[in-house]
Nanobody, 121 residues
Framework: QVQLVESGGGSVQAGGSLRLSCVAS??????IGWFRQAPGKEREGVAA????????TYDDSVKGRFTISRDSAKNTVYLQMASLKPEDTAMYTC????????????????WGKGTLVTVSS
């Protein structure tokens, strides 16, 4: 089993920044990804990191604004979000994938409960 606990969400004005954290425990996983779901919309993958080599992948909507990173000693993955826009408002959830391509959003195995990000204009 894998446990994932997110933190760092909150309310921010457009143009602001937030850093989300995801602490992972349990089984060793290949990938940690961040997903988001806005009201009335489907969940989408935002960013992912390969825990071994640190390779990263991003959705086009956040490239250049969001940065995913890891601290292996703390079993923590971060999502640094900058230049936030109202359309970034969503529940952000981290997920873990035991193996395979981190950028394939459809096959994540374990999920946290999420942290809410609200961006006002």
């Amino acid at each position: 089993q894998v446990q994932l606990v997110e933190s760092g969400g909150g309310s921010v004005q457009a143009g602001g920044s937030l850093r989300l954290s995801c602490v992972a425990s349990g089984l060793r996983t290949n990938c940690i990804g961040w997903f988001r779901q806005a009201p009335g919309k489907e969940r989408e993958g935002v960013a992912a990191i390969f825990r071994g080599g640190g390779d990263t992948t991003y959705d086009d909507s956040v490239k250049g604004r969001f940065t995913i990173s890891r601290d292996s000693a703390k079993n923590t993955v971060y999502l640094q979000m900058a230049s936030l826009k109202p359309e970034d408002t969503a529940m952000y959830t981290c997920a873990a994938r035991l193996s395979g391509n981190c950028g394939n959003w459809d096959y994540y195995d374990y999920w946290g409960k999420g942290t809410l990000v609200t961006v006002s204009s």
